[in-house]
């Protein structure tokens, strides 16, 4: 019965030190697991009869800034279509050596998604075919997304700061995370 | 098949265009030649749709049936610009595309309008964002901006209007002036 | 004897190159939208492709985390803009699910209604581009005029005509007026005749078969692993449907069919979502059905009772103090959400849309991912060309339903 307790307990049958814990919410379940053994465990969780997660629906990052030493997170959503089962992983990397390997051998969905968590987040795929930035112009030389760049375009010059929340002494939003 | 289940009506209160002021006489008539000219020229704008995003897609509706736009002479659409006399920006342009948009306008002959149409055209919209041009009009001159977002499609004809009055206006001799000149080196296009 | 001067350097492979590098640029005729294709063809074959996105990146994750959850709808709107409603809906299950709010029947049918308007107005631009780009613009314009209704109805709900900020946390912000639900009834009378004319145009239509049939075609494998979803991967073959798999707002009571095709060509994808339409205008006689089923109170209900989400209706706000102050508190964010991420997809018309959001349990999104299906599935397109002509490449593009907005965000 293939069911999120189920697939816990193969992965930390068959991977023991390598999963770290897991959290479950809405009904889906999200394995922490070493970075290391990101492709194996997509690989069998490809392959196995009774795992069968041949799709992978979602490839994104998340930057915790004040998480130190595991900064980014790369998460995989997979996903069972017979049984129809979602599962998802989290693999964490510290922000100074973003390093995992790539997935887009096993998975051929991921070549542009793994472009787009290194455009948007630094994050780099050992092992890409073409790891350049997809959406942002070629010339940027910074990861947008992370959380310690603004939104708006500095070079502005006709917006009064204060009244539109740059600078001055608006924190819009609080990221105690 | 009836979709419109109005009756067929003719259409017996015709509009015509007044001839522009001039002197007759016997087998001649003088007149300015800027407003003969003007007159032409204004009703038979063929528009370049420089269509990016959802104003593209109002764009398509005003084109339809229901908002005709071709009923003002824009009938004939170009996609290229070496064949147009005006470029309709329709649609959010990003930083990448900024220099797309500079080139296609480069492309263009004298003389040229170009109408800014929806909020993120003229000014960058609801997108403050670090990869949207905040307007075209860094990039480009605009004659006319239609804001709105998107802005309905008889705004849209309201802005074709607007480019058709300053085309029955223009002077013929203004894109060779010195003002003119100036503003495009001020774009960098020389 | 003068020595000949070299003024023109070539590059070392320009002389031996015996194919000609194309730009299938930017800028297209107005119906695609904004992305590059570098191709390298031999005569018309394509030999390979190089796609570009990103020409109308707007930052919407970015965005997305300085504004509190009503300011988000907007964004949405502009991802698949020609089926905004579904966007719309889909961000508001998913804040539903997440805070834990309940929506009555007859929320859910009135928002199956719009979503399936919503999707017959996708296919149908996706259907009558396809006649256009081979050459069929009569197709075009009959339809557009269905969409025009279309339109009327959204504005008469909502106000707003294509990027239509439909509905609230918790339902919609008013009932649907009379003159919605007979300009509802009018659609489903009269549109079923104009689709069958429309089908009967393109379907048996020669030019058209030998234009569609048999280009740009992929296996259910191939497919898969591409990580299509929607009409695409349906045509392929497999039949992957959010509404049926993981249903949403009731629709695992309604009685439809989800057309799948074999071979994945263009032409399978043209019939998948005609047939798509049909199955659509089925659900919204359904839901019409079950929505006079309804009785007493249940029968009035246009929202869900969650004050802390659901916006108070504008003549409170306008009369009464505790209205005019949730108003005001809802819309600037100040409600705290629960700490936690969610998952979850709706059926847009290209594909699973989903949304992935994390929420820190301050005002705003801490991170919240599109999971945009234009973007996944574009992955494919250079495999789907190499080979074909050029004209092929156009055709296949546009069967695709690529909205650069939803492919860029």
């Not at chain 1, 069968?52 to 995989?76: C, N, Q």
Request: charged fraction near 25%; include cysteine.
């Amino acid at each position: 019965m293939l069911n999120n307790k189920f697939v816990f307990d193969k992965l930390v049958e068959k991977f023991g030190e390598a999963i770290i814990g897991y959290e479950e919410s809405y009904g889906l379940i999200a394995i922490y697991a070493d970075k290391e053994f990101n492709l194996k465990i997509l690989q069998y969780l490809y392959d196995d009869e009774e795992m069968g997660f041949r799709f992978m629906t979602d490839l994104t990052a998340i930057h915790y800034p004040d998480h130190k030493g595991e900064e980014l997170i790369v998460t995989y959503l997979l996903y069972n279509m017979r049984k129809n089962l979602h599962l998802r992983l989290k693999f964490a990397l510290d922000i100074n050596e973003p390093n995992i390997y790539t997935a887009s051998n096993i998975h051929p969905t991921a070549n542009w998604q793994e472009r787009e968590c290194y455009d948007f987040f630094g994050v780099n795929f050992i092992g890409h075919p073409n790891l350049i930035r997809v959406l942002n112009v070629d010339e940027m030389d910074y990861f947008p997304m992370r959380k310690e760049f603004p939104l708006e375009d500095q070079t502005r010059r006709d917006k009064d700061d204060e009244m539109f929340g740059r600078g001055g002494s608006f924190n819009f939003g609080r990221f105690n995370v | 098949m009836i979709y419109n289940k109005r009756p067929v009506t003719h259409n017996t209160n015709l509009k015509v265009v007044d001839m522009p002021e001039g002197y007759q006489g016997e087998g001649f008539m003088a007149m300015q030649l800027s407003k003969v000219v003007g007159l032409a020229r204004k009703n038979s704008i063929w528009p370049l749709p420089f269509a990016t995003s959802c104003c593209g897609i109002e764009f398509m509706a005003t084109m339809g049936s229901t908002y005709d736009l071709s009923r003002f002479g824009s009938e004939r659409l170009a996609f290229t610009p070496r064949q147009c006399d005006l470029l309709m920006v329709m649609g959010t342009i990003a930083k990448k595309m900024a220099p797309v948009l500079k080139q296609v306008y480069v492309q263009m002959a004298e003389p040229r309008w170009v109408v800014a149409v929806g909020a993120c055209a003229s000014s960058g919209g609801i997108f403050d964002s670090y990869s949207v041009l905040q307007g075209i009009d860094q990039v480009i001159p605009v004659d006319v901006y239609v804001p709105g977002c998107p802005p309905r499609p008889e705004a849209i004809i309201d802005g074709i209007l607007r480019i058709q009055d300053l085309v029955e206006t223009e002077s013929i001799r203004r894109r060779d002036s010195e003002e003119y000149q100036e503003l495009l080196n001020s774009y960098g296009i020389s | 004897m003068q020595e000949e001067k070299q003024n023109i350097k070539l590059p070392k492979a320009s002389l031996e190159k015996t194919t000609q590098t194309i730009n299938l640029g930017p800028t297209h005729p107005a119906t695609h939208g904004v992305f590059q294709n570098i191709l390298e063809i031999d005569g018309e074959r394509i030999l390979k492709a190089t796609p570009t996105v990103g020409y109308i990146h707007r930052a919407f994750e970015k965005i997305s985390e300085r504004k509190p959850l009503y300011q988000i709808t907007p964004l949405t709107d502009r991802l698949n803009y020609c089926s905004a409603p579904i966007n719309n809906l889909g961000w508001h299950l998913t804040v539903e699910k997440f805070v834990g709010i309940e929506v009555p029947a007859r929320v859910s049918y009135l928002r199956v209604i719009i979503m399936e308007l919503a999707r017959i107005s996708d296919h149908l631009i996706c259907s009558s581009i396809m006649g256009v780009d081979s050459g069929a613009f009569t197709g075009f314009l009959y339809v557009f005029q269905y969409r025009e209704l279309i339109y009327e109805i959204y504005e008469e709900i909502c106000g707003s005509r294509l990027t239509t900020n439909i509905g609230r946390i918790g339902g919609f912000e008013r009932d649907f007026s009379d003159v919605a639900w007979a300009k509802i009834n009018r659609f489903l009378d009269e549109y079923p005749s104009v689709l069958k004319e429309f089908e009967d145009l393109f379907n048996r239509n020669r030019i058209f078969i030998e234009r569609t049939q048999g280009v740009g075609g992929i296996s259910a494998e191939r497919a898969l692993a591409y990580g299509f979803t929607g009409p695409n991967l349906r045509a392929a073959g497999v039949d992957y449907d959010v509404r049926v798999h993981k249903p949403y707002s009731r629709y695992e009571e309604f009685d439809f069919e989800v057309p799948v095709g074999t071979t994945g060509d263009c032409y399978d994808r043209f019939l998948v979502r005609n047939e798509e339409m049909w199955q659509s205008l089925r659900i919204i006689k359904q839901a019409i059905q079950k929505i006079n089923d309804l009785k007493g109170e249940e029968a009035t209900k246009h929202h869900a009772d969650a004050p802390d989400f659901y916006l108070p209706l504008k003549a409170d706000v306008y009369t009464k103090m505790e209205a005019l102050i949730y108003h005001f508190k809802i819309i600037m964010g100040e409600v705290d959400l629960p700490v936690g991420e969610i998952y979850n997809a709706v059926e847009g018309a290209n594909g699973e849309l989903g949304y992935y959001f994390v929420s820190d349990g301050g005002r705003s999104a801490y991170r919240l991912h599109f999971r945009r299906p234009c973007f996944i599935y574009y992955q494919a397109y250079p495999e789907l060309i190499e080979g074909s002509m050029l004209s092929d490449a156009i055709i296949t593009m546009s069967s695709l339903n690529l909205i650069a907005g939803e492919l860029d965000a």
